[in-house]
């Protein structure tokens, strides 16, 4: 089966490269998200409108999608609403040297920002936590500011717990079935599971899904694999906790 599902997104995930709302998932209250989720971060095209997802790692850095990470957007951080979010503006954006917009492999970029901001950055997944916690049908939870077919981009960050079905690899991804997925807008949104120490560990950046997924909710969902491209996060991000 494994084997078929890889087949099967090789070639949809060249012809959709961008993951839509979170399917399944419910708005986020304003006090959950500072007790769990303050790190998460809406990134904003003013020009255009569009928006992805995306997470604080550093007190100076957010890591998203690489085909997320261009100039002219700006951050919203600290609030569950993208309209009572303070706006941080970017430095400098940084997309992994070996991104391919074909394969979409090493979909993984960072912002800098051109200020530091006093929040809690997530945690990234240690080579030991990802060998005990990624595991096949492993509880863990998505989130994004995306939107669905039929709908605007939401105002309230959106989460959903999904269970790992299926699990495999595909280069830097990480792809798993599930009821639960990304839509566009979430793209660049976190993969989080709970670590040894019950906070969120950050192990996986949404890049893809395949066809009709948001619609169907039920599919795949492709992750970039946060512990394959971690030397990346290490070089460029000195303050990495």
């Known amino acids: 089966m494994w084997r078929s599902l890889v087949i099967g997104l090789a070639s949809v995930l060249v012809a959709i490269p961008n993951a839509i709302a979170i399917v399944h998932g419910k708005a986020v209250r304003q006090s959950l998200f500072e007790d769990r989720y303050p790190w998460a971060v809406a990134v904003e095209n003013p020009a255009s409108g569009g ?11 957010v890591i998203s999608a690489a085909h997320c ?18 706006v941080v503006e970017v430095a400098d954006v940084i997309r992994h040297p070996d991104y391919d917009k074909e394969t ?4 993984v970029g960072l912002f800098r920002l051109t200020e530091a901001v006093d929040i809690e950055p997530v945690k990234l997944v240690s080579r030991g936590e990802y ?13 994004g500011w995306g939107k669905r077919p039929d709908s605007d981009f939401s105002d309230r960050l959106v989460r959903a717990g999904v269970q790992l079905g299926n699990l495999g690899m595909r280069g ?14 979430d793209s660049g949104g976190p993969l989080v599971l709970e670590g040894l ?3 969120p560990v950050l192990v996986g ?6 066809g009709n997924l948001c619609s169907t909710g039920g599919g795949a969902a492709a992750y970039t694999n946060v512990a394959a ?4 996060i290490e070089k460029h991000v000195p303050d990495l906790p």
């Open 172 to 185: 830097t991804y990480l792809i798993y079935e599930s009821q639960g997925a990304p839509c566009g807008g």
């Open 131 to 143: 060998l005990l916690l990624v595991l096949p049908d492993a509880e863990a939870e998505i989130m």
């Open 69 to 86: 990470t261009w100039p002219g957007k700006r951050l919203l951080v600290g609030h569950t609403s993208r309209q009572k979010a303070r």
């Open 205 to 210: 950046v949404a890049s893809a899904t395949d």
């Open 104 to 107: 979409n492999q090493f979909d």
């Open 51 to 61: 928006v992805c997802s995306a997470a604080l790692i550093s007190p100076t850095h």
């Open 197 to 199: 120490d019950r906070k």
């Open 229 to 232: 491209v971690r030397q990346f």
